[in-house]
């Protein structure tokens, strides 16, 4: 029992000076481990973004390259391709500027007005028409008219896709996608 009282009495524990050194080593500690958690995050948010935008523009490729084999004709014009003779009818590609941005429309009447996009994921959607691709840092579409009985008409698409503008994480597609159905002349 005396043991006990004698215990109770003492008045042990930490001081100031060492409570505060101990908050500033925790501290360091946790900046630290909350850096690098939130730099993980973040390269996890860009890296699914990119992939998005190549999932996209492959899919947009893709499309693309079978409207062109179903086409007998086309023409450029500027950044827009328009392929005739398909089984759709005329089938219109665009790709519409937005500052550094691009995005690829199919059969877009004319480009959306809203020009403020800052980023590729808010580009707005067309009126008519459908947004296939965005993230796009250069659309270039070129259009080759067969030659005199050696070889069919071709249309050359290139495309880039970069979600962080200025970085080097680009994707590049290209191909020169031959119109099966024009004639040699």
Same mark, same amino acid.
């Given at each position: 029992?005396?043991?006990?009282?004698?215990?109770?009495?003492?008045?042990?524990?930490?001081?100031? #000076?060492?409570?505060? =050194?101990?908050?500033?080593?925790? /501290?360091?500690? $946790? *900046?630290?481990?909350? !850096?690098?958690?939130?730099?993980?995050?973040?390269?996890?948010?860009?890296?699914?973004?990119?992939?998005?935008?190549?999932?996209?523009?492959?899919?947009?490729?893709?499309?693309?390259?079978?409207? #062109?084999?179903?086409? =007998?004709?086309?023409?450029?014009? /500027?950044?827009? $391709? *328009?392929?005739?003779? !398909?089984?759709?009818?005329?089938?219109?590609?665009?790709?519409?500027?937005?500052?550094?941005?691009?995005?690829?429309?199919?059969?877009?009447?004319?480009?959306?007005?809203?020009?403020?996009?800052?980023?590729?994921?808010?580009?707005?959607?067309p009126t008519s028409g459908k947004l296939y691709a965005s993230c796009l840092t250069a659309a270039t579409f070129t259009y080759t008219a067969s030659v005199a009985g050696t070889s069919l008409a071709k249309v050359r698409a290139?495309?880039?896709?970069?979600?962080?503008?200025?970085?080097?994480?680009?994707?590049?597609?290209?191909?020169?996608?031959?119109?099966?159905?024009?004639?040699?002349?």
């Open positions: 029992m005396k043991l006990f009282r004698r215990l109770r009495r003492e008045q042990g524990g930490y001081s100031l #000076v060492e409570l505060v =050194s101990v908050m500033a080593i925790l /501290g360091t500690i $946790l *900046t630290g481990v909350t !850096t690098v958690f939130v730099s993980a995050s973040n390269s996890e948010l860009h890296t699914n973004r990119r992939v998005q935008a190549q999932l996209q523009a492959g899919a947009a490729f893709d499309r693309l390259r079978r409207d #062109v084999h179903c086409a =007998s004709g086309g023409s450029v014009s /500027g950044s827009t $391709l *328009t392929l005739t003779g !398909t089984t759709c009818g005329t089938v219109t590609w665009r790709a519409c500027a937005y500052g550094s941005w691009y995005a690829l429309y199919r059969n877009a009447t004319s480009c959306p007005t809203n020009n403020n996009a800052t980023k590729c994921t808010s580009l707005p959607t290139d495309i880039v896709v970069n979600v962080k503008a200025g970085s080097l994480d680009s994707y590049e597609l290209a191909d020169e996608i031959v119109l099966r159905n024009s004639t040699r002349t």
